[in-house]
């Protein structure tokens, strides 16, 4: 195939795996947009949709995975295009793990059903951990879309308020399950509501250094923040 020609079917192949990305990306958002707002309104029928957005999410991760592996094969990419076929390959894993996420947390709100009812003012804490984790969402995913390495250069200090928010409310829930001011059954599952919510954020910590590697060729080194405070004391 001359050149020209097989660059012009390189590039038909790449916006068409670009697209499919975006679309993914929109869907694994919805699923846990939907799931938050299934578990805070106890809405049976939102927690079901999510069940269907999830198998989406997979048939198309399964789709783009196969788009990749063609690109590879056919046209042998190199540099940025390389990048990012590679880097979209790692981050459907990260947006079918979100979609996941968002399933297990529709569960939870069936699990629940009209038990919880008189516990709802335990999940405001959970739903400001919540809003805190969808807008890291909403920022790996849109730096993907608009090839934005600034934005996500920050996203593991992000992901740091989180995790303090996760630990506090752990230690909360396990407390007043304790003196029996939560019922131990609607507790266990605000806890795992919890941990969820805080390995959501970590696939969006996941997407945004990907974006960085994809945009610039650069790996940002992941840093725990207890190292981070000790190299970079306040």
């Known amino acids: 195939m001359p050149q020209a020609a097989e660059r012009k079917a390189l590039e038909k192949s790449l916006q068409k795996l670009n697209e499919n ?6 869907l694994s958002e919805l699923a846990i947009r939907k799931a938050i707002d ?3 309104r106890r809405d049976a029928e939102v927690a079901r949709e999510v069940f269907t957005l999830d198998q989406e999410v997979y048939g198309l991760q399964l789709e783009i995975e196969r ?4 690109l590879i094969a056919l046209h042998a990419p190199v540099a940025r295009d390389l990048r990012t076929v590679t880097t979209s390959l790692k ?4 947006l079918d793990r979100i ?3 968002a399933k297990d947390l529709s569960e939870l709100t069936l699990q629940f059903g009209g038990k919880a009812t008189g516990e709802r003012a335990d999940v405001a804490r959970i739903r400001e951990m919540a809003d805190r984790t969808i ?3 909403d920022t790996a995913i849109d730096a993907f879309v608009q090839r934005d390495a600034e934005s996500v250069r920050n996203i593991m200090e992000v992901d740091d308020a989180v995790d303090r928010m996760h630990d506090e409310i752990f230690v909360d829930l396990v407390r007043r399950m304790e003196d029996r001011s939560l019922d131990t059954e ?3 599952r605000y806890i795992l509501v919890n941990r969820y919510l805080e390995r959501i954020a970590d696939h969006a910590v996941n997407i945004g250094l990907r974006v960085v590697y994809m945009v610039t060729g650069d790996w940002l080194p992941r840093v725990r923040a ?8 306040k």
């Open 91 to 94: 981050i459907t894993t990260d």
């Open 135 to 137: 807008q890291m969402v």
């Open 186 to 188: 609607v507790g266990a």
């Open 99 to 101: 979609g996941r996420y």
């Open 21 to 26: 990305m975006v679309t993914l990306a929109e």
């Open 38 to 40: 299934g578990l805070t």
């Open 226 to 233: 207890a190292d981070r405070v000790k190299r970079y004391p």
């Open 67 to 70: 788009t990749c592996i063609d």
